[in-house]
């Protein structure tokens, strides 16, 4: 069998008119510039290490969200993989394990989730949506009944805390291994089979079953590496904070959903971009910190990433009209 009739080089990085992720370095650059007039704070050193810093787990999950997302599937489990990896991490780590067994069996939980997901989906036959969110209440009550809402702190270990809060060459640690992350998943996605698979499936899952792709393994797969990206996501998140959260990961969800949709990866398959990701996740984090910045009031911030939400949507159902 052929490689699914696509150009090796076709999506390298393109930053075209109709590449589909231009709009969102525009929307950036407003809001860089807007933020420098109404929160001079925002420019300083701390505050946009900060964002860098903030910006990292969602980064990473919508990393495999792309993934997901440009498969025609979606992932609502994201937030309680994360939030069960710290704590099977924190855990771990607080008895005596070494770190690197803390932080592996971590990385198990997440791409046990993803496993059973993909299964969920493509074996028994349950829409994406219901499985995902069936998972993830199950992950998040998991996660309740053992903690009783409080968190476990005490994960201090030196060589674990490296992870989440040490600088190299005055840059963070979690952005440098975010930046690893994203040239893994860009080789994936860009330069590999299974990434034209993935796409091919998002396209037409009738049309790559019938010219052999077995969608059911690459679903399986991609199912696996964001269950795998959530938890990693978890295990800096843990370091960061030297302890899991009951509530960490809530609400993560919607600002992956919005971090891909706006990079330009469309919810009806068939085009992922994961620069428009990347960038996409820094602007969450961007929004979040200037309302922070602002004052506004914690309620509001929903508000805020549901409207990006329906923009970013109704925007991408703009542009393929006008393409079709």
């Known amino acids: 069998m052929s490689d699914v009739a696509v150009n090796r080089t076709w999506p390298a990085l393109k930053f075209g008119r109709n590449s589909g992720n231009a709009g969102v370095f525009v929307a950036f650059a407003v809001l860089l510039i807007a933020l420098g007039f109404a929160a001079p704070r925002f420019f300083t050193v701390g505050n946009l290490t900060d964002v860098l810093r903030?910006?990292?787990?969602?980064?990473?999950?919508?990393?495999?969200?792309?993934?997901?997302?440009?498969?025609?599937g979606i992932d609502l489990s994201v937030g309680s993989t994360l939030a069960l990896t710290g704590l099977a991490t924190a855990n771990l780590i607080v008895l005596g394990y070494p770190v690197t067994?803390?932080?592996?069996?971590?990385?198990?939980?997440?791409?046990?989730?993803?496993?059973?997901?993909?299964i969920l989906i493509?074996?028994?036959?349950i829409t994406d949506f219901i499985a995902t969110m069936a998972v993830m209440v199950i992950s998040r009550g998991i996660v309740m009944v053992y903690t009783q809402g409080i968190p476990i702190v005490g994960a201090s270990d030196p060589s674990f805390r490296v992870i989440g809060q040490s600088y190299l060459v005055?840059?963070?640690v979690p952005v440098?291994?975010?930046v690893l992350v994203f040239a893994v998943v860009y080789?994936?996605?860009?330069?590999?089979?299974?990434?034209?698979?993935?796409?091919?499936?998002?396209?037409?899952?009738d049309a790559a079953h019938l010219v052999g792709i077995p969608t059911d393994k690459v679903r399986i797969a991609v199912y696996v590496l964001g269950g795998v990206l959530a938890s990693f996501a978890g295990v800096l998140l843990t370091s960061r904070l030297e302890a899991a959260m009951p509530e960490a990961g809530?609400?993560?969800?919607?600002?992956v959903i919005a971090a891909v949709v706006i990079g330009g990866t469309g919810l009806s398959g068939g085009r992922a971009t994961l620069v428009g990701t990347a960038v996409?996740?820094?602007?969450?984090?961007?929004v979040r910190n200037a309302l922070n910045l602002l004052n506004v009031n914690t309620f509001w911030h929903q508000v805020v990433i549901g409207t990006i939400i329906l923009i970013a949507v109704a925007a991408d159902r703009f542009n393929r009209r006008q393409k079709s």
């Open 54 to 72: 903030q910006a990292v787990p969602i980064a990473v999950i919508s990393f495999g969200a792309t993934f997901v997302i440009g498969m025609r």
């Open 187 to 205: 080789y994936l996605m860009y330069y590999t089979r299974f990434g034209r698979f993935v796409l091919s499936i998002g396209s037409n899952p």
């Open 101 to 118: 067994v803390a932080c592996a069996a971590g990385i198990a939980v997440g791409a046990t989730i993803g496993f059973v997901n993909g």
């Open 280 to 286: 996409g996740a820094v602007l969450m984090a961007v």
């Open 122 to 125: 493509t074996k028994i036959g």
């Open 250 to 255: 809530q609400g993560y969800e919607l600002d």
């Open 176 to 178: 440098i291994l975010t």
């Open 170 to 172: 005055g840059v963070p």
